[in-house]
């Protein structure tokens, strides 16, 4: 518990020093776009590629797959609640994404893995990785899609037909080519290359591909920047809502921390009683499995989601007073939910 406990107050931390470095004027607003894309255009498709390299093996990834059907269920039927809360709520058009993904995606690496090791063991870190598959894939994927609704970005002509012929032509500025060119820019948006970066691992891992090691090690250096620099961002973007005096309660924050604390794990606890129910399956849902499923998704909003947000043209503040918010009440979570584990396990 005293780890879990020390991962949150090192979470504080980092995001107390973006907090400094954006009172101190060292991140701007040029900064903080450099931040955002290389976070997400390097550092997590190259986590994504170390985490399933090193820590997945095709027998792994094999034997996974029963118990990988309950975490993606899950989730996907949370989204789709909080995509019905959300148009519900009549909130601004420029955090309804956020607010679903919000409401939905739990922090399963960095504050998820060591909480599930502390509390049940090094063993656990296999089940742990379940569900950061279905939580990551399902975000850049259904919840990628929804925040860049929150852009609201202009309609313009693409043509995709051209892009072939673009890349080969001598004179790229001309006009012929714009529609192509903004094809392009349009394509580099909106493909999500960390999911891009987990299919590819899954394809490469089932087909018996193992990936130089110095390549491996590359991955790592520029996939541990991820957490960091997403923290260092929200602190950021705290350090201007203070300046603006724009720290207060928002709408939907209640509604979120019920989503993210009693509705998503709620939604695996029933999921595991079902198919509990079929003995095929329910040989597969071992007792550590069933506790990290439901620790892992009481855990709070990921990190990542506010420097997404923020890239994708939405309101970044509005994600980071949510991610603090649920960041915070992990104090009280934590020790509740493992104490609803031991009576339900």
């Known amino acids: 518990m005293s780890n879990a406990v020390g991962i949150v107050i090192t979470i504080?931390?980092?995001m107390g020093i973006g907090v400094g470095l954006g009172a101190l004027g060292w991140i701007d607003e040029r900064i903080s776009r450099f931040l955002s894309r290389f976070v997400i255009k390097v550092a997590f498709p190259a986590a994504v590629i170390q985490n399933m390299f090193t820590k997945f093996t095709k027998?792994?990834?094999?034997?996974?797959?029963?118990?990988?059907?309950v975490p993606f269920l899950s989730i996907a039927l949370v989204l789709g609640i909080g995509y019905l809360v959300s148009k519900r709520m009549k909130l601004p058009q420029n955090r309804k994404g956020a607010f679903v993904c919000l409401f939905t995606f739990s922090n399963s690496v960095f504050i998820g893995l060591p909480v599930c090791n502390a509390l049940f063991g090094e063993e656990s870190a296999t089940s742990t990785l379940m569900y950061y598959i279905a939580n990551t894939v399902l975000f850049w994927s259904l919840g990628y899609v929804l925040m860049r609704r929150d852009g609201?970005?202009?309609?313009?002509?693409?043509?995709?037909?051209?892009?072939?012929?673009?890349?080969?032509?001598?004179?790229?500025?001309?006009?012929?080519?714009?529609?192509?060119?903004?094809?392009?820019?349009?394509?580099?948006?909106?493909?999500?290359?960390?999911?891009?970066?987990?299919?590819?691992s899954i394809i490469l891992i089932l087909c018996g591909v193992q990936l130089p090691k110095f390549l491996i090690s590359t991955a790592g250096y520029l996939g541990n920047n991820v957490t960091p620099l997403?923290?260092?961002?929200?602190?950021?973007?705290?350090?201007?809502?203070?300046?603006q005096r724009n720290i207060r309660w928002q709408k939907g924050f209640g509604v979120i921390m019920a989503g993210k604390f009693i509705l998503m794990p709620g939604m695996v606890i029933l999921a595991l009683q079902l198919f509990g129910l079929i003995p095929a399956v329910n040989s597969l849902l071992t007792s550590q499995l069933k506790s990290v499923l439901i620790m892992e998704s009481a855990m709070p909003c990921m990190t990542q989601t506010t420097i997404v947000e923020s890239g994708c043209g939405g309101d970044a503040s509005y994600t980071a007073g949510a991610t603090?918010?649920?960041?915070?009440?992990?104090?009280?979570?934590?020790?509740?939910?493992?104490?609803?584990?031991?009576?339900?396990?």
């Open 12 to 14: 504080f931390i980092i």
């Open 59 to 69: 027998d792994l990834l094999a034997s996974m797959a029963a118990g990988l059907v």
């Open 152 to 200: 609201q970005a202009e309609k313009e002509k693409r043509t995709y037909r051209d892009i072939p012929a673009y890349l080969f032509a001598k004179d790229k500025s001309d006009a012929r080519w714009q529609g192509a060119e903004n094809a392009l820019t349009y394509l580099g948006k909106t493909v999500p290359l960390p999911l891009v970066a987990m299919f590819l």
């Open 230 to 243: 997403s923290l260092v961002y929200i602190g950021y973007m705290l350090s201007v809502m203070l300046r």
């Open 324 to 345: 603090v918010l649920t960041t915070l009440m992990t104090f009280a979570v934590i020790p509740l939910f493992t104490y609803i584990i031991s009576v339900l396990v």
